[in-house]
């Protein structure tokens, strides 16, 4: 494996030349698609297949897979161009397969919409362990608003991800309330109504585990959540249900804020199988232009939490998307737009940008000018960026990752992560 970094001339022809390694392969692990256009310090996955096979007609993957000794879900992840489809054409290359260097192996996660484009959805389930459907909110009496997961439990049991339901703040009125959280917190009663509700829609819906998010809690509730916390694994334990919750990024125990103080690492972690560290949103979308997640402050949430739990039980967030940002920023004005990771080199190529690369952020950026004449500041994640934080797993001991989110392809990202650890 080695990462690329595109220089002025080149082309996907004359780098796989210098690579000894054929351009297809290169589109197929950084999701690139034809006319192939570059820009100038984009980074490129590079993955050399060991072993690949021709389709002939009447072949199907699984019988690939058999003759191959390997499997129909291991292809996926050799060949992420098939997007997660069985369809196969005569003369098609499939990697049967690929160099990695795994040393052990990382829970993978990640939030789906239910309005999420199946194709996409296809195409990374393969690299995943859990799919988190968003998300099940509560009324103010501890019931359980409806949510039309039906289309993504399906697909999350073609590709055997396990599906954990999600449950988070959201309201009636399709908005998250602290407030609402409050009411039910502060009520014994209410905890336990909303704790059985949650495990009977789970065996209902055949939900494999639990992921909470409770956010801007303030300290006041910061008891009371972790004491509900653990009164939902009590109850789902002896059905051996995992249970997970999301923490805002701290890197102290005292740090001030609303978001923050609602939780107390310690307390919260032993009262869960596990924790996702949102490592991500430095840069966002009302904020100045900045990395999403740079690799500094993503370590110190992590080495803070070392303090406070065992690595077994920490799940670090990834970022599966990008932000841009158009200049000059206004505070309280200025409103970046979410888009790809994919997405964020094709615009560079587009306008002709250069991506550099922030080595104290580990994270690539570009700027350019719009149609309008219109100045841009782009972040984004490429492998270069995903390499730094996914080492974080291997130098800590970290349980795994966390996408937020599943909503958007990332090639590189995902076959990066398969390159480096399998999935239990």
Known sequence: ???????????????????????????????????????????LLVLYPERTVTVRAGDALSSIAASSGTDVLSLFRMNPNLSGSDQLYPGQVLVTQLEQSRTR????????????????????????????????????????????????????????????????????????????????????????TLAEAVLQKMQEKGYMGLDVDFEYLGRELAEAYAQFLSRLHGLLAPYGLPLIAALAPKTSADQPGTLYEGYDYAAVASACDAVLLMTYEWGYTYGPPMAVAPIGAVRRVVEFALTQMEPGKILLGFPNYAYDWTLPFTAGATRAQSIGNEAAPLLAAQYGAEIQFDEQAQTPYFTYLD??????????????????????????????????????????????????????
Do not use: C
């Not at 000894?20 to 006319?35: D, K, V």
């Not at 199946?118 to 799919?131: D, H, K, Q, T």
């Not at 697909?155 to 055997?160: N, S, V």
């Open 1 to 43: 494996m080695q990462i690329y970094v595109v220089k002025p001339g080149d082309t996907l022809y004359s780098i796989g030349r210098a690579l000894s390694l054929a351009p297809g392969f290169l589109a197929r692990y950084n999701g690139l698609r034809e006319p192939y256009r570059l820009a100038v310090g984009q980074s």
């Open 105 to 192: 192996s990382a829970f993978v996660g990640g939030y789906a919409y239910p309005y999420v484009q199946e194709s996409v959805l296809r195409g990374i389930l393969p690299f995943a362990g859990a799919l988190m459907p968003f998300t099940y909110g509560f009324t103010p009496e501890g019931a359980l608003m409806p949510m039309d997961d039906e289309r993504l439990l399906a697909l999350a049991g073609e590709y055997g991800v396990r599906p954990f339901l999600h449950l988070s703040t959201l309201t009636a009125a399709g908005t998250f309330s602290a407030a609402q959280a409050a009411v039910v917190l502060r009520s014994e009663a209410l905890q336990q």
């Open 371 to 424: 149609e309008a004449g219109q100045p841009h500041e782009v972040w984004f994640e490429d492998a270069r960026s995903a390499l730094a934080k996914f080492g974080l797993l291997t130098e800590y001991g970290l349980l795994g990752l966390g996408y937020w989110n599943f909503m958007r392809p990332f090639a590189a990202g995902f076959s990066l992560q398969n390159y480096l650890f399998s999935i239990p």
